[in-house]
């Protein structure tokens, strides 16, 4: 005989009380390895989906200008690009709308990812669009087909697309008419959603809608021959290439001076003239370009666009102006004036004039000239003019270094145009003012500037976010050409924005996503893994129990307790380890069956029924570890708190705390209840002055106070036995008894009405933070800000919907201009970014930013969760705190404030510092931009994106141009007729409005899908619990079995006998569901009737009767236990 | 000097009013190969008595020495050494484990001794047939009648040679001739392993073959001729 032996018997006699303990450690431990693998599967399926949609794609180059095709092939063959990549495609991808041809009013599909590939784009994964058809025909995925209604190809559809426009649409000479293309295209094809079908390069798990066009089609139409906005390469296999190679591709790259936007020429006296296509060079490339260009002497310049030079009421037209210091030597001087003589450079206030223009003006030094221009950023496509006066200064010789056409850098439509009176100008142009001597000095002198001030006074007028410099003047080294020298000036690529990014590795990272979701369904399934525990330690504790005896003889022999424990632990563990195993295999079918849910029940949690079943070894594991760790934990538990039993009470077949005699109960019993009453009255009173969730908070913490009087106040009665006669006059006198049984013992009654009903409580009251925010009236502080409609474009609107003139721009009609005049709409810059709301399962790495202007900052609005606000002034608006100007941070580092969302700061950013907490972004040119969190929105419909003022977003990505995201405030009732208006006029930009609600309501969705989630598999946990309640019931009938005997010898019926187990379960289930049941309502009833949450009344009440029934069914094993007892047996103690 | 001192012994259980006084004063003492009877009637405090001579409870008062050891002294682990070596237990009920046989149940005192040697094994199977069930060693305790099992039971109480061996009513539930054979069995294997025995019993016959007899009543212990 061994101790193993003993354990290994015990096991198998009481295998049917182990079996039980069994199941409930095999849920436990099904549920938590379950949870795990929903967390598994949610990376995994992202993980998947990355690999997907980018097929070997490894790292991409997405520029925001054009560059020559060529590069790309440049880049493969380079010698070592085999050894690590193995194909590289160039395409142009863009954002484009798409508008089915039939139906009235045609379906329009926003925000699609439009694709100019050829063959090479589709050898880089599968199920790519294969060999694309020149002229009109167009590719599309089964999802864009879905959103258009397109059941085969054959369809035609109107394709819009933006134009691809040089110089920034927002500064004067940017075209701010003709910024969308059209096409008119047949779907020759309509492929999958998978493999390339679902390219894209932004991680979302949302199936994207992309279209697909020849390469030389798009080129043509987009008037870029040859050229292309990306470089896609392909790894060697479908794995992320390691962080070392990222080095390899920007050193293969050779851009050329055009791929830059730059233009490299000999110019005026021999220098080298570098130019941007952009007109102005921004200052990161101008900075690049300093630091390539060496120790060479290198003059910036930065001509200007003069509506009017002008002496008094003389004027001359359209003229240049250039901004220089003057030098006195070749190649960059000198400037000389009438006498021969270098002109010194100028000074604050003065200009110069070449002598063309000083003797068409009469003018002389000390005269004032007036210059008129426009103001060198135009936002909402309104160019505005402004003057300046200068003190005429000197009069310079149009000869030699003054007489230089490369001052003006090129300008499409206005350089290269033979009479100033062709120019295709995007501003205000009168070409009556075109006088013959102006054309003649045109046709000699082409776009040479009439006028000089100084490069400070210039910088100070002119420059703007899109740059200060529109000249960098090198000069040449002895007998260099300009070929030699664009060739040897060898600039860093990503500061003009060629860029390769690591796609499919910052993928691969997002797919760890934001939400644990492993966690989140741990602590969903809490309810199940607590009844399931509660199971174990019923079972185990109703199997040592009916052994005491055994355990009693063991003792009397001489086993002290820790043997003993050690013993029936090992036991313990034996059926754990076995349980758990089992539980595992379980935990697949329940990890299936959470997935099941979240493809339909739950599917607003994640948008798109993407996920499939992943599991790790890990998982499985940590799984199998935590289920045995908890369970045996819980059953050593059970042992130890068994171990003071004396041998002689478990030879008697006694526990410690079977039976307790009612006793004196401490004061605080009596007062308490009361009390907990009266501060839930006090707490509903207060709550009316709270905000939305506050109150929510309160009243559930109202609840809560009214659930902990009720069960103390039943505590009490138990405890005093306070439950009526137990024989009385009259019927039900079963009843009685019932009622009295299960007072019998008070500890153990109390806990098992306060387990179901607190747990009925937290199910029902969280009801209470179901939103339902479709019905929320527009108000300025709450989460909609007053605003009645959102509406978002694919290209920038540049016209003001708020005047006039921008409506009339915008091309709206008489009728929805007069509608229009009644609202008033804010537009918002976007800077196009990962979605960082609830809606996105990926770990945002750039998320989008958005720039409020000047007048919704001073608006104010929306609810906040916190802020930074210190003045009255902030506090009342913490908009404003915006404005305030980048302060350092501990190391330097300015810290450009920012809003956004509470939701998205903490779940998807995790920033759980909150205000105060800084967030580190990349710009365009791979410079970090280090944010502060200056206040926090509540429930807003910014959830995803980062706030930052207008100018701040502008300075760090200047090339953002137009508006693309408006805040529209109008009268409910007309929310429908001004979206209307808005999507008719505007469709051609790829708008769509949604109502604030439905934003709100799209968010929201999330929540309260996590919500009904942890409804849901609380009442499961419910449900598991009331078989802990008949477990619960059948230790009372074991105990009480001679006392029933008796029952019986007196002549109660068998069947009698069972209805009164069957009413004490009843009884006490009923106690505890009234319990929870009535403080869940007190926690939620003032907020419905408020109408902010949104209850599913239904859904509750079925699953609380199921609950009930259940409960019932399962108290039927103490009933069958009751029956089936011996009588005489049990009279003996046998 | 005796082997088993009774020194002035009470016992006390706390109630909602006044403590309940079990036993008196209880004072006695008893010497190897000897044996005595406990009678008295019902309620008396004679399994109280016999529970504190087993150690399985403590005295609220007054010394018991077994051995010359007093294992109110001794750490529970200790006591349970204590009760393993010097005591053996026979109760009313068998309490046989029933997922062991026969040899198994009365083996499981070694377990407590640190395993079961094979000499252990062989001083159960003669126990078991001095006891008259050398052929039923595989059975289970469910497979035998009530005299089987409680002599099975007697066989385990003398396993591990104990000094003191306490019976708790050993007969009272087995028929007349059961019960006999059964009191035969005790004496017999008390006389030949010279340990002491101490029956507490309602059974006048079973009394009357012991040594000495005392008598417990209100909670006071007497001797009785």
């Not at chain 1, 060999?131 to 394709?159: K, R």
């Not at chain 1, 007028?461 to 020298?485: D, H, I, K, M, Q």
């Not at chain 2, 087995?174 to 101490?198: F, G, P, Y």
């Amino acid at each position: 005989m061994s101790s193993l032996r003993l354990v290994f018997l015990s096991l198998i006699h009481y295998s049917r009380n182990n079996l039980a303990v069994g199941f409930g450690v095999a849920v436990a431990t099904a549920v938590l390895a379950g949870a795990l693998l929903v967390g598994d599967s949610m990376r995994g399926s992202l993980r998947s989906l990355t690999l997907d949609r980018l097929g070997r794609i490894d790292q991409a180059l997405v520029a925001e200008g054009f560059f020559r095709e060529i590069l790309c092939d440049q880049l493969a063959a380079a010698e070592e690009f085999p050894r690590t990549f193995s194909e590289s495609a160039p395409a142009i991808l863009l954002s484009a709308s798409i508008e089915s041809a039939r139906g009235e009013p045609p379906l329009r599909a926003n925000r699609v990812n439009l694709i100019g590939c050829d063959d090479r784009f589709s050898q880089l994964g599968p199920s790519g669009p294969g060999q694309l058809v020149g002229g009109s025909g167009i590719t599309i995925n089964q999802a864009l087909a879905d959103a258009l209604e397109i059941a085969g190809p054959g369809q035609e559809v109107l394709l819009r697309l933006p134009n691809a426009a040089s110089i920034p649409s927002d500064s004067p000479l940017g075209n701010k008419e003709e910024t969308i293309r059209r096409a008119r295209l047949t779907v020759s094809r309509i492929i999958p959603n998978e493999g390339l079908g679902r390219f894209g390069l932004r991680a979302s798990q949302s199936v994207p809608k992309n279209a697909f066009v020849p390469l030389g089609w798009l080129q043509e139409r987009l008037e870029q021959p040859g050229k292309a906005n990306a470089i896609l390469i392909a790894g060697r296999d479908d794995s992320a290439s390691p962080a070392e190679v990222d080095a390899l591709l920007p050193g293969w790259l050779r851009p050329a001076a055009e791929d830059l936007g730059l233009s490299i020429a000999v110019a005026g006296e021999g220098y080298f003239n570098i130019t941007s296509q952009r007109m102005m060079i921004d200052a990161a490339a101008e900075q690049e370009l300093l630091r390539a260009v060496g120790d060479r002497p290198v003059q910036p310049a930065l001509t200007y666009l003069a509506n009017a030079i002008a002496l008094e009421k003389r004027e001359i037209p359209y003229s240049t102006v250039t901004a220089i210091d003057f030098a006195p030597n070749r190649p960059f001087g000198p400037f000389l004036d009438p006498s021969g003589q270098p002109v010194a450079p100028l000074g604050q206030g003065e200009i110069a004039l070449n002598a063309w223009a000083a003797e068409d003006l009469g003018a002389k030094p000390g005269d004032t000239i007036r210059l008129r221009y426009f103001e060198p950023e135009s936002p909402d496509g309104q160019v505005r003019e402004t003057s300046a006066e200068f003190r005429l200064a000197a009069i310079v010789k149009l000869e030699g270094a003054a007489a230089d056409p490369h001052f003006t850098p090129e300008v499409r439509g206005v350089t290269d145009v033979p009479s100033i009176g062709e120019w295709d100008a995007p501003f205000p142009f009168d070409a009556r003012k075109i006088r013959k001597k102006d054309e003649a000095y045109w046709d000699e002198h082409r776009a040479t500037p009439k006028a000089f001030v100084s490069l400070a006074t210039g910088r100070r007028l002119w420059s703007s976010r899109f740059g200060r410099t529109t000249n960098l003047r090198v000069e040449p080294r002895g007998g260099e050409t300009v070929e030699a020298f664009a060739g040897r000036l060898d600039p860093d690529p990503a500061a003009f924005g060629l860029r390769f990014q690591p796609v499919k590795r910052m993928g691969l990272a997002a797919a760890a996503g934001t939400t644990p979701f492993n966690v989140l369904f741990l602590a969903f399934s809490f309810f199940v893994i607590a009844a399931a525990l509660m199971l174990v330690v019923l079972l185990f504790r109703l199997g040592i129990e009916q052994r005491a005896e055994s355990i009693g003889i063991l003792r009397a022999v001489g086993l002290d307790r820790g043997r003993i424990i050690r013993l029936l632990a090992a036991e313990g563990l034996a059926v754990a380890a076995l349980a758990a195993a089992a539980g595992v295999g379980l935990g697949l079918g329940y990890a299936a069956l959470m997935l099941a849910g979240l493809k339909t029940w739950w599917l607003a949690a994640v948008v798109t029924p993407f996920l499939q079943l992943h599991a790790s070894a890990a998982s499985l594991a940590i799984g199998y570890g935590c289920g045995l760790a908890v369970c045996f934990g819980t059953i050593f538990w059970t042992l130890w708190r068994a171990r003071r039993t004396s041998a002689s009470r478990l030879l008697g077949g006694e526990f410690a705390d079977q039976y307790v005699q009612p006793g004196r109960q401490a004061a605080w019993t009596r007062w308490l209840p009361p009390a907990l009453v009266a501060a839930a009255v006090a707490i509903g009173l207060s709550a009316r002055s709270l905000s939305e969730d506050a109150r929510a908070g309160a009243f559930f913490a109202a609840g809560a106070a009214v659930l902990a009087a009720g069960l103390l106040w039943v505590r009490r009665r138990l405890r005093h036995q306070a439950t009526g006669p137990a024989v009385a006059a009259g019927r039900g006198g079963l009843l009685r008894l019932a009622l009295r049984g299960a007072a019998r013992n008070p500890a153990r009654s109390t806990l098992s009405i306060g387990l179901i009903a607190s747990t009925s409580f937290l199910i029902v009251a969280t009801s209470a933070f179901h939103l339902d925010l479709t019905r929320l009236a527009p108000r300025l502080d709450s989460g909609n800000g007053g605003f009645a409609l959102v509406a978002e474009s694919d290209q920038p609107i540049l016209h003001d919907p708020n005047t006039g003139d921008g409506r009339f721009a915008l091309a709206f009609s008489e009728a929805d201009s007069r509608l229009l005049q009644s609202t008033r709409s804010f537009g918002l810059r976007v800077k196009s970014g990962d979605d960082a709301s609830c809606l996105n399962l990926y770990q945002p790495l750039e998320p989008r930013m958005l720039g409020v202007p000047e007048d919704f900052r001073r608006r104010g609005g929306f609810a906040w969760t916190a802020s930074a606000a210190r003045t009255p002034e902030e506090k009342a608006n913490p908009w404003l705190l915006l404005e305030k100007p980048a302060e350092p941070d501990a190391d330097g580092t300015p810290c450009v404030p920012v809003v956004l969302d509470n939701n998205t700061a903490m779940y998807a950013l995790h920033l759980y510092g909150g205000v105060g907490e800084t967030y580190d972004i990349t710009d365009d040119r791979g410079r970090t931009i280090r944010l502060r969190i200056v206040g926090l929105l509540k429930n807003s419909i910014f959830q995803g994106d980062l706030i930052l003022a207008e100018e701040r977003l502008l300075e760090h990505f200047p090339l953002v141009s137009g508006r693309r995201f408006f805040l529209i405030e109008c009268d409910p009732q007309k929310a429908g007729d001004v979206a209307a208006a808005w999507n008719r006029t505007l469709g051609d930009f790829g708008l769509g409005t949604e109502t604030t609600g439905e934003r709100l309501a799209s968010f929201s969705a999330v929540q309260n899908t996590y919500l009904s989630a942890f409804q849901s598999l609380g009442a499961l946990g419910l449900l598991l619990g009331t078989f802990g309640l008949a477990a619960v019931q059948l230790r009372n009938v074991l105990e009480r079995r001679r006392e029933l005997a008796l029952l019986r010898a007196a002549g109660f019926r068998r069947a009698a006998l069972g209805w009164m187990v069957l009413m004490e379960n009843a009884l006490l289930l009923a106690a505890g569901l009234a319990c929870g049941l009535l403080a869940a309502a007190l926690a939620v009833l003032p907020h419905l009737l408020a109408g902010a949450a949104a209850a599913p009344i239904r859904s509750l009440a079925a699953m609380l009767l199921v609950i009930l029934l259940v409960g019932l069914l399962a108290s039927l094993l103490a009933v069958r236990a009751t029956l089936r007892a011996p009588l005489v047996a049990a009279l003996r103690g046998e | 000097m005796s082997d088993l001192i009774v020194d002035n012994v009470t016992k006390e259980y706390p109630t909602r009013s006044d403590p309940l006084v079990v036993l008196r004063g209880i004072s006695f003492d008893l010497q190897s190969g000897r044996n005595l009877a406990i009678v008295g009637p019902s309620g008396s405090g004679k399994t109280t008595l016999l529970n504190l001579l087993g150690a399985l409870e403590s005295a609220t008062s007054g010394t018991i020495r077994l051995d010359g050891q007093n294992p109110a002294t001794l750490s529970d682990k200790d006591v349970s050494v204590f009760r393993n070596h010097k005591i053996g237990f026979v109760f009313q009920e068998h309490h046989l484990l029933p997922q062991c046989s026969v040899l198994e149940n009365v083996l499981i005192p070694t377990i407590a001794g640190g395993g079961t040697k094979p000499s252990d094994i062989d001083r159960a199977r003669g126990l078991l047939d001095r006891v008259g069930l050398g052929d039923r060693l595989d059975h289970r305790p469910a497979e035998l009648s009530g005299g089987q099992r409680q002599r099975t039971a007697i066989a385990r109480a003398l396993i591990r040679l104990p000094v003191l061996v306490l019976a708790d009513e050993p007969t009272g539930n087995l028929d007349q001739s059961t019960a006999a054979q059964v009191a035969d069995l005790l004496l017999e294997l008390q006389e030949a392993e010279r340990n002491m025995l101490i029956t507490v019993t309602h059974s006048a016959a079973l009394a009357r073959r012991m040594q000495r007899r005392m008598e417990l009543d209100d909670g006071r212990l007497r001797e009785v001729a």
